[in-house]
Structure formats: structure tokens, C-alpha cells
């Protein structure tokens, strides 16, 4: 504010000598008009109750009458918003002011209070940057402000800005810290608000620091309010209770404002201006969130970011004292993407302002870029614009500060759009007023994008929502994939659970009845069953071998295993079937349904009962089979034993162990070479029934290792395969059986049985 | 189960679910059906696929409830230890 003042000053007394001044002077000016008519407008609007846009005037003029109108209306309100809005509006004066009364005076006190609040927070930024110089320097020329073309309000404006310039200098000199500056500042506009006709700042100091917080947190609120209630704002609500009043009467202030913009907005720049003071508002808040906590700082959205950025750059233009550089470094350190978007912003604000205000718009778009390519060289390093800003405005001086200022002022405008179209529906009446809306709008979901959360109120009322949408249905689609995909992968997962499980329990069935069955009838039937027990391990062992063989089989890989393996399931299903004779086919009736379990349970059963059948079948089998059964008389039941003991896995491995060892407890020589085969097929059966194993612990444990899948699925597939076409292979061994089978009857209820048992798969199939 | 589960979810999360992925499933799946396992998977549509995976669930389903009650049978017969080893089995 102060650097405002100073800045007309330089104009009128510098003129456009200097570059600088030159420049200064025709930004200050194009945007002063803007700025001014805007206020005047509002002011007017403000003073008559409805806005007359006609007059222009002095931005000087404009604001004394402006800042006596809010003082009127905060006398008249008592609210604590309005005094800080005068001392924003005494601080801003010299910066912004300009934009920022027109805001106020359009928009009701309340709302005016908000952007105030935003400035004054920006201002008090400033303030404490520059608190010690720049509020000498403010009080000065506010002074000659109002002494010049202020009405007699001034001087209370003064009043009021000096106190809150003399609390600002207290805190910033107490605290040195910018935070408490900051706080200070806002304590003291809020102590203004509270304590106006109270003009001693010492007075203030004191009771200011709690107020400030209080007044703060309002602020705050009432930011975190319009700005879409962010998270930290929220936090900071909370914390101050008192000023939750505040807010909402900020936001529905905030509502009516943009309202009374629409219809005001023939004068987008007024709209803007408006908008700019709650971006403003906004990133003061998230200043000084930052300033207080960084950490909050990521809740807050990008646009905030932006306009903190905006804010800071304002901040660092006003300022000059070597304490802004540290809250720039603070504030960099918060939103350096922002920075980016600041610089879009600013971009699309010149555009937009262009199209307003070409000429004073243009003269600031450029005097902005100046500022951002001397805040560049500054080599402030954080990219921020902030920063950038702060380090020419500390080399420039006063008028670039004041240029600086000015441009941020548009580039407010044009935030402001934006902010307006975030905060209300007129967003969309804006667009149709001005294209330059639109690109706010773009601006504005540019940042929404980034910011989704923070500006869902915005997205709705933006006109640019139509990549957002796109990428909805994209996001959209994409998840119904994810769906599909996930759901498939489920199917599978649980179809190979299923087939898994079926498998287990067959197998445990089947594993589990022989311990069951066989120790019973091996105690009690030792001797008349020793021949046999053997053949009740072989037929498990057939029973695992099938498992292994249908893997194969249903692989396709391997033609050969069948036909090998099929001359000792012959064997063993020879064995079996005779055994079970009857019993066997009605073992094999209940087990039917249950395809799998038919092998392991089927056989075992037989094999207890009746222990005569096997003898006849047995030498009609397989030599190989008979070779078993001599041999592994005795170890046979103690595999199974252990087997059973150990579980379904374990089994498999003991039973080709009894294989091996069978084989190799018989003497080669008196075996025939068909035995040799067939313990060569048994091991090889067994190495499959191995890999079965493994691949049902791969089933159980496969998921761990997912580049395994391919071998896991294969396995379960085969392991669930044999269990499926089992069945099948029950039905070709029936016929080899049929065929080899001396034993018409044995073959007959074999084959009676598996055709039964066949039949009831199909059938269940 | 976790782990494979952590996997398709990681799978799904991908960003890029592209129709040649979703028909790789497909063939898996295809895979785990006994009816058409061997059939071309150019020749079994996914419809086909989905369907027999229904019912084939449906009858993996009905053969868990057979076997579970054809082991619930046997446990009844079976010593406690026998019994506590079948149902290690079935918590497989």
C-alpha cells in the first residue's frame, strides 16, 4: 500500500522520467483506471446500494471514499472484518488498494471485509517485510494520501493504519518472525475491527496477539470458506471458533459479491478485481498457514498456491526490507509449482486483461513480465515468482515495487475471474461477459486438475470442464477394465482354488482312508492280507500315479507316460478292482459323483474287505504288480502309516518311495523285464506324483512366487486335469484292465464299476 | 491366497489394462476348463469361457460339498488323530 502511495507519488512527482517511473507510472495509471473505475463503481454501488459504473475517478479519491463507505458499513456492522479491511484497505491502499475497494464497495461489507482481510494479509505481509520502512513509509503516504484527496475517514483510516502498522512493527520488531508479524498484523486488524476508535497501538499489542490469532483464524476461515473450505483453513477455523462466524457471513458475503458482480460486471475488471481479492484472500490465508505451519501448506489447492504466489509477489514488491526475503523463502518454499501456475496465471491474466483492459492491462502484462524476468535474474534459485519479485523489488526500488505491485494487481484481476467463478455460479455469466473468463476458467481447471479437492466448488461453476470429463470416462473406462480384469483374474484364482481344494480333499479322502482302512485290517488281517497290503499301497500308489499320469495326459506333452503308466495302473487297478468286487462298485457308486475322489477312496475300501478277490486277480494282473505286492509287504504299510501321518503331499513322495524301495527289495533277476518296467514307470510315476506334489505345495504356496505362475497354473492345471480326466484314465485302465484282466469278474465289476462311476461324472459333469 | 490376490490387485492397478490383456485372462481361464480347455481359444468366445467357468465352478462347488460330507463321514469313523489330520487336509 504504502509502495502504491509511493508509487503515485513517484508518477506525479518523477512523472516518466525514468524508466521505472515510466513504467510505473503507465501501469499505475492503466490500472488505476481500471482499478479506480472499478472502485469508484463499486464504491458507488456500495454508497448508493446498487452500482453506477459511469463515474470514474482518481484512484485516490476512489479509495478514501471507499475505505470511509466500509467504514461506515463496519461502523454500521460492527463487524471486525471491515476495520481490517480499512487497515487492508490503509496497507493495501498503497498497493493494491485500488482493485481491492472496488471488490469491497461492490460486494456487501462482509464480502468487502474478506478480500480486505485477504489484502491486509498481504499487506501485513508486507507490512512485516517492510514493516519497519514500508510503515513509515505508509504511514507517510497515506497520510499524504488522505491530506491530499482523502475525506476526513482517511484520517481514521490513518488512524487505523497506523495502528495496525505500529502492531506490525511491535510483532515484526518483538518477534522478527514473519509468522508473528504476520499474526501481529492480523491482530492488529482485527483489533482495529475490535478497537478502531482505539488508536494507540500500543494498547492494541497487547490483546492484539490474541486477538490477531482469533482474527487470523477468521481470516482464515473466511479464506478457507470461499477457497472451498480447505483442509488447513478448516484447521484453522476450528481453532478459532469465535471467527466461524465469520466465515460463513464471509462466504455467503463471497456469494452475494459475485453476484452483485455479475450484474456489475460490464466492468469485468470490477468482477476481477473481486475475484482477485479472494484469491488474496486465499493465499494470505495460505500464507500464513504456511507461515505458521509449511506443512499445512500442501493441503491447500494450487489456485491458492497461485495466489499465494500472486500474494507474495505483491508482497515482495511492496516490500523491500531484507525481512521479506525471508518470508519469500518461506512462501517459496511452500508453492513453487505455483509459481508456475502464478506465471500462468499471470500470462492469462495479461490476456484477459488485454482484452478489458489492452492498454493499461498490456503496459502491466509487460511491466509483470519485467518483473518476473528481474525476479529471475535475482537468481532467487526457488523459481518463485515470489521470490523473484521480492529480489527486484529490493534492487528496483519503490517504483519497481510499485509497478510490481500493479501487475500483480491485474494479474489478481485476472485470478479473480477465476476465484469468481470458483466461488459462485457467475463464473458462468462472467464467461459469457468476457472470453477472458474462459481462460481463467482454463487457468482455473489447469489448477483444479492439480487440485481437485480443494476446488471441487470450482469445477462445478467452470465452463472447461470437458477434458475433465473425458478423462472421467477415461478413468471410467479404465476402471471398468480394472473390473474386468480383476474379476477375471479372481475366476481364476478361485477356479484354481476350487480345482485345488476338490483335488486336496479327494486326495485326503483317498490318502486318509487307507491309513483308515488298511492299519485296522493290516493288524487284523496281517497274514491272510501281507500278500495284499502291498497291493493296497501299490493301488495308491496307482491312484497317486494316475494323478501324475493325468498330467501329463492332460498336458499333451507327454503321450508316452500314459501308454508306460498304463500297463502298472493296469496293475494295480487289476488288483483292486478284483478285491473290492462288489463292494468296490458300490464304493465306486458313492464315490462317482465325487469323480476325483473315486481313486484314492474306491480302492482303499475294496482293499480291506475283501483281501480273496485280490489273490485271484492278483496273479491274472501284472507281474509287476505281483512283484510289488511280494515285495513291499511289510514296508508298504509302515509308508502308509507315515503317510498318512505326514499328510496328502508327503504321501505322494512316500509312495514312490515304497515304489523305489519295493523295487528294489525285489530281485531283479527273478522279476521279469516287465517289472523292470514297470518299477522304471513307477519311478518315473512317482517323479511325476513328485511334481504333482510340488505343484500342489506351488498351488498353496505358487501365489508367493507370481513368476511362477506360468509353472503353477500349468501344474494346477494338470494336478486339477488329472483330477478331472481321471476319471477318463479310470475309464481307459477299466478297458486295458478288461483286456488284460484274466478275471472276467474282476474285470466286469471293474469295468462295471468305472463305467458306472464314469457315467455319474458325465452325468455330473 | 493373500499374495495372489496382492498380485492382481497390483495387475488391476496397472494402469494399462489393454483388451489383449483382458483376453490373455480369458484364455487362462479358458485353461482351467476342463471343457474347453483343449478347444482353440479363437473358437471359444469369452461368453463360452464365462459361461462354463460358472458352471464348472458350480460343479467344483457341488464336489467340495460331496467331499466335504464324504470327510465329514470318514471323521466321524476316524480317531481324533486321524480326525485332526483330515482336517489339515481340508484346511489345505
Not at chain 1, 482523502?150 to 520488531?173: A, G, T, W, Y
Not at chain 1, 526475503?325 to 517459496?332: D, M, P
Amino acid at each position: 500500500m504504502p509502495l502504491y502511495e509511493l508509487y503515485r507519488m513517484a508518477r506525479e512527482k518523477l512523472d516518466s522520467k525514468d524508466l521505472n517511473s515510466t513504467h510505473a507510472s503507465d501501469q499505475s495509471s492503466a490500472p488505476e483506471n481500471d482499478f479506480f473505475e472499478l472502485v469508484w463503481e463499486n464504491g458507488q454501488i456500495s454508497m448508493q446500494g446498487q452500482p453506477s459504473r459511469a463515474k470514474k475517478s482518481p484512484t485516490c479519491k476512489s479509495l478514501p471514499s471507499h475505505s470511509a463507505r466500509i467504514r461506515d458499513k463496519d461502523m454500521g456492522n460492527g463487524t471486525n472484518t471491515r476495520v481490517g479491511k480499512f487497515g487492508d484497505l490503509d496497507s493495501g491502499l498503497n498497493e493494491i488498494p485500488m482493485s481491492v475497494p472496488s471488490g469491497e464497495v461492490d460486494l456487501s461489507p462482509d464480502e468487502d471485509m474478506v478480500p480486505w482481510l485477504n489484502y491486509s494479509i498481504d499487506d501485513y505481509l508486507q507490512h512485516e517485510y517492510n514493516s519497519d520502512l514500508l510503515h513509515e513509509l505508509s504511514r507517510d503516504t497515506v497520510n499524504q494520501i488522505p491530506a491530499s484527496e482523502n475525506f476526513s475517514l482517511m484520517d481514521k483510516r490513518h488512524n487505523c493504519n497506523q495502528e495496525l502498522r505500529d502492531c506490525h512493527r511491535n510483532p515484526v520488531r518483538d518477534f522478527s518472525t514473519t509468522e508473528q508479524g504476520i499474526i501481529s498484523r492480523e491482530f492488529s486488524v482485527g483489533e482495529v475491527e475490535t478497537t478502531r476508535t482505539k488508536t494507540g497501538p500500543n494498547e492494541l499489542y497487547p490483546p492484539s496477539l490474541q486477538q490477531c490469532q482469533t482474527s487470523f483464524a477468521s481470516v482464515r476461515s473466511r479464506v478457507s470458506v470461499i477457497t472451498d473450505n480447505n483442509t488447513s483453513n478448516a484447521t484453522q477455523h476450528v481453532s478459532c471458533g469465535e471467527t466461524t462466524q465469520i466465515p460463513s457471513t464471509s462466504s455467503g458475503f463471497a456469494n452475494l459479491k459475485m453476484q452483485k458482480h455479475d450484474p456489475i460486471t460490464p466492468s469485468t475488471s470490477s468482477t476481477s478485481t473481486i475475484m482477485n481479492f479472494s484469491h488474496f484472500a486465499r493465499p494470505a490465508a495460505i500464507m500464513r498457514a504456511n507461515l505458521q505451519s509449511i506443512g499445512k501448506m500442501s493441503g491447500l489447492s494450487l489456485a491458492r498456491s497461485e495466489s499465494i504466489v500472486n500474494k507474495n509477489k505483491d508482497a515482495a514488491a511492496t516490500s523491500n526490507n531484507p525481512l521479506e526475503s525471508t518470508l519469500v523463502g518461506s512462501r517459496s518454499e511452500l508453492p513453487r509449482d505455483t509459481n508456475m501456475h502464478c506465471q500462468q496465471e499471470m500470462e492469462s491474466s495479461k490476456a484477459d486483461l488485454k482484452p478489458v483492459e489492452l492498454k493499461s492491462l498490456e503496459q502491466n502484462a509487460a511491466a509483470s513480465k519485467q518483473f518476473d524476468i528481474a525476479c529471475k535474474k535475482d537468481a532467487l534459485k526457488d523459481d518463485q515468482t515470489s521470490n523473484i519479485v521480492l529480489g527486484e523489488s529490493g534492487t528496483k526500488g519503490h517504483t519497481a515495487v510499485e509497478k510490481g505491485i500493479e501487475q500483480v494487481v491485474a494479474s489478481s484481476s485476472v485470478c479473480s475471474g477465476n476465484g469468481v467463478e470458483r466461488v459462485s455460479d457467475s463464473s458462468n455469466q462472467n464467461l459469457k461477459r468476457k472470453s477472458i473468463d474462459t481462460e481463467d476458467s482454463e487457468c482455473h481447471s489447469e489448477d483444479v486438475e492439480e487440485e481437485s479437492v480443494g476446488v471441487k466448488k470450482a469445477a462445478p461453476a467452470r465452463g472447461n470442464t470437458g477434458s475433465k470429463r473425458s478423462r472421467a470416462a477415461e478413468v471410467h473406462n479404465l476402471s471398468e477394465r480394472v473390473d474386468k480384469a480383476s474379476m477375471l483374474d479372481e475366476a481364476i484364482e478361485y477356479l484354481k482354488t476350487l480345482q485345488l481344494q476338490v483335488q486336496m480333499m479327494s486326495m485326503g479322502a483317498g490318502l486318509y482312508m487307507p491309513p483308515m482302512m488298511l492299519p485296522p485290517g493290516m493288524q487284523h488281517m496281517h497274514s491272510p492280507m501281507s500278500p495284499f497290503l502291498p497291493m493296497g499301497v501299490g493301488m495308491q500308489m496307482g491312484l497317486g500315479m494316475g494323478y501324475g499320469m493325468a498330467m501329463p495326459d492332460m498336458n499333451g506333452g507327454s503321450s508316452r507316460f500314459p501308454t508306460i503308466q498304463m500297463p502298472q495302473m493296469q496293475g494295480t487297478h487289476l488288483s483292486a478292482p478284483p478285491m473290492s468286487g462288489p463292494t468296490a462298485q458300490h464304493g465306486m457308486a458313492r464315490s462317482n459323483p465325487q469323480v476325483f475322489g473315486l481313486p484314492g477312496q474306491g480302492l482303499p475300501v475294496p482293499m480291506t474287505r475283501t483281501p480273496i478277490i485280490p489273490l485271484s486277480g492278483g496273479p491274472l494282473m501284472n507281474s509287476s504288480a505281483l512283484g510289488l505286492n511280494v515285495r513291499g509287504t511289510a514296508i508298504p504299510v509302515e509308508n502308509m502309516d507315515s503317510a498318512s501321518a505326514s499328510g496328502l503331499k508327503d504321501p505322494m513322495s512316500t509312495v514312490n518311495s515304497q515304489v523305489v524301495q519295493s523295487t528294489d527289495g525285489c530281485n531283479p533277476t527273478s522279476q521279469m523285464s516287465t517289472q523292470h518296467q514297470a518299477t522304471n514307470v513307477g519311478l518315473k510315476e512317482s517323479a511325476l506324483a513328485h511334481n504333482s506334489g510340488h505343484s500342489s505345495d506351488a498351488d498353496d504356496k505358487g501365489a508367493l512366487n507370481p513368476g511362477k505362475e506360468d509353472n503353477f497354473k500349468t501344474i494346477c492345471f494338470d494336478v486339477v486335469i488329472a483330477s478331472s480326466s481321471f476319471f477318463s484314465s479310470l475309464d481307459a485302465k477299466v478297458s486295458l484292465t478288461g483286456s488284460l484282466a484274466a478275471g472276467a469278474i474282476s474285470s466286469t465289476f471293474v469295468s462295471a464299476s468305472a463305467f458306472s462311476s464314469f457315467s455319474l461324472s458325465s452325468s455330473a459333469a | 491366497m493373500s499374495s495372489r490376490r496382492s498380485r492382481s490387485r497390483q495387475s488391476s492397478g496397472s494402469r494399462t489394462i489393454t483388451d489383449d490383456q483382458i483376453n490373455d485372462l480369458v484364455s487362462k481361464l479358458q485353461q482351467l476348463l476342463p471343457e474347453i480347455r483343449n478347444a482353440p481359444s479363437d473358437k471359444v468366445s469369452a461368453a463360452k469361457v464365462l459361461q462354463e467357468t460358472c458352471n464348472y465352478i458350480r460343479n467344483l462347488h457341488r464336489e467340495v460339498d460331496d467331499l466335504s460330507e464324504r470327510l465329514s463321514e470318514l471323521l466321524a469313523t476316524t480317531d481324533t488323530a486321524q480326525a485332526a489330520i483330515i482336517r489339515n487336509l481340508l484346511m489345505q
